[in-house]
Nanobody, 114 residues
Framework: QVQLVESGGGLVQPGGSLRLSCKASGFTFSLNGMSWLRQAPGKERELVAAISSGGSYTNYADSVKGRFTISRDNAKNTVYLQMNSLKPEDTAVYYC???????WGQGTQVTVSS
């Protein structure tokens, strides 16, 4: 069955960096777009970044442009989210998701706080 397992979350100070990973299995990863979404307490889930199946095309939420980078390694069935210059408002549970199929990971908590 389809499995998406996120890792790399944690507690980081403002201005710091984290790299999230999402390991996929159970489907042909290289033929699917992937995305990262996040949900902060009391807020709706929002799209953070997405990447095409081959990695050539990416798009980002305005709030993370220039700070976050989505990438993928199809040989490792893994999609990444490099997060730099983190802000307290980036605090959320981050999920990876297939595009367009509705398969989700379990999420990983990112907390930005001093």
């Amino acid at each position: 069955q389809v499995q998406l397992v996120e890792s790399g979350g944690g507690l980081v100070q403002p201005g710091g960096s984290l790299r999230l990973s999402c390991k996929a299995s159970g489907f042909t990863f290289s033929l699917n777009g992937m995305s990262w979404l996040r949900q902060a307490p009391g807020k709706e889930r929002e799209l953070v970044a997405a990447i095409s199946s081959g990695g050539s095309y990416t798009n980002y939420a305005d709030s993370v442009k220039g700070r976050f980078t989505i990438s993928r390694d199809n040989a490792k069935n893994t999609v990444y989210l490099q997060m730099n210059s983190l802000k307290p408002e980036d605090t959320a549970v981050y999920y990876c998701k297939t595009v367009p199929q509705p398969y989700w990971g379990q999420g990983t908590q990112v907390t930005v706080s001093s």
